[in-house]
């Protein structure tokens, strides 16, 4: 278990602030629920959040039952309503000890839930958000896609105004590039610019193909920082030939599709099952980069004359892995720093925060998701909420 305290933001944050806290366990399933508490200034586009505390919280025993849910195994309906309600207990526990390190009551939790199967217009993010709302005694917001892919949309990536809240420059364009389990990227536009000129989608499978590669090949949960990878040699062939399967197919003006079943995985571990561990974690590791620099330039070369020059900022479970990140650097030409190096916004929280900043939205009224990314705007509001839990209701006795 990891926990952060920012204690100097937390005597620092105003009496006016909206505390809220986030959560985000991600596609790859990697074993930890990340939660962060947010304090929010601001209302509207006009926001602003700071993290107060996160922390990382074990998935322990459910991370395999949540594995089996994604990877489609079947099951009872017993077996799914456990697996449901210990989901939501393990949050409840996370949002209580986060919030109560930091010595806050928050106004609002916004619970993303675990994606376990993404092909609009079908979708679920499963979680119970009832042990959150009855023990934490607060607001939730939960179910955060499914408006918009009710409306057509295709619900993802849903972080992009978020991302602009917390990372857009006065002064220049810059690039989010979360390296989860799939790749997904936010191109920014200035803060001053429209948030029409935002986009975002997801670019091809990471942790899904990298976490997977380690529990068959190194027997561990994922390669820590990038070690196995480090000390690996990239077969040239089998990179191509990896690259070309999770490269997006060409399109004309066209966004790249909404992924979400980490359905590359199986077959790019069969590809290199005659090389070495470790040159394997290193093969995979150089096509996820080219596959990133690629895709991004032919982005962005439309709207910037020098493209590599735009500074990416990387965050997700992968930003980790050193041996990814010399590999991202190697193919752009301009900067590439973690959020917490440009930000000082931990790797491994960027989604929870955004949550926040999404749940926030949400009570300002502003639809969070963008048509320019997921390809239709909301036909109503965003997100499932349970009112207070500190709302005094009648006790009805029995006359």
Request: charged share 20%; aromatic share 4%.
């Amino acid at each position: 278990m990891t926990a952060t305290a920012h204690s100097q933001q937390a005597s620092n944050a105003s009496a006016k602030a909206r505390f809220v806290v986030g959560t985000m366990t991600g596609t790859s399933i990697d074993g930890e629920l990340d939660a962060a508490l947010v304090a929010i200034h601001g209302t509207g586009l006009n926001m602003r959040g700071d993290i107060v505390a996160s922390r990382s919280w074990p998935l322990g025993a459910i991370a395999e039952d949540l594995r089996r849910v994604a990877s489609q195994t079947p099951m009872t309906a017993k077996e799914f309503t456990r697996i449901n309600h210990a989901f939501g207990e393990l949050h409840a526990d996370a949002l209580e000890a986060v919030c109560s390190d930091a010595g806050v009551q928050p106004d609002l939790a916004v619970l993303h839930g675990q994606t376990v199967f993404h092909a609009p217009p079908l979708s679920w993010q499963l979680i119970d958000p009832w042990p959150t709302a009855t023990r934490l005694r607060c607001r939730v917001r939960y179910d955060l896609r499914s408006a918009n892919i009710a409306s057509g949309g295709q619900g993802a990536p849903i972080t992009p105004l978020a991302d602009f809240m917390l990372f857009a420059s006065p002064d220049e364009p810059c690039i989010v590039v979360n390296l989860g389990g799939f790749v997904n990227a936010t191109l920014l536009p200035r803060r001053c610019d429209s948030i029409n000129l935002i986009r975002g989608y997801d670019i091809c499978a990471c942790n899904h193909v990298l976490d997977h590669l380690a529990r068959t090949r190194l027997h561990a949960a994922f390669d820590r920082d990038g070690m196995a990878a480090s000390a690996g040699q990239c077969d040239e062939g089998i990179c191509a030939r990896i690259e070309s399967a999770i490269q997006p197919s060409p399109t004309s003006h066209a966004r790249p599709r909404s992924l979400g079943t980490g359905d590359e995985a199986i077959r790019i571990i069969e590809m290199t099952s005659h090389l070495r561990a470790e040159d394997a974690c290193r093969t995979a590791v150089e096509a996820i980069a080219r596959c990133i620099a690629r895709t991004l330039c032919s982005e962005t070369n439309a709207s910037a004359p020098t493209p590599h020059s735009i500074p990416l900022l990387i965050a997700g479970g992968s930003a980790r892995n050193r041996a990814l990140h010399t590999a991202l650097t190697s193919h752009w030409n301009g900067p590439v720093r973690t959020t917490n190096e440009s930000h000082g916004i931990p790797v491994g929280m960027r989604e929870a925060a955004a949550m926040a900043i999404l749940g926030a939205c949400a009570d300002d009224g502003v639809r969070y998701t963008l048509p320019s990314v997921t390809g239709a705007r909301s036909v109503v509001m965003e997100s499932a909420l349970i009112e207070n839990g500190n709302t005094n209701f009648p006790d009805f006795r029995a006359v």
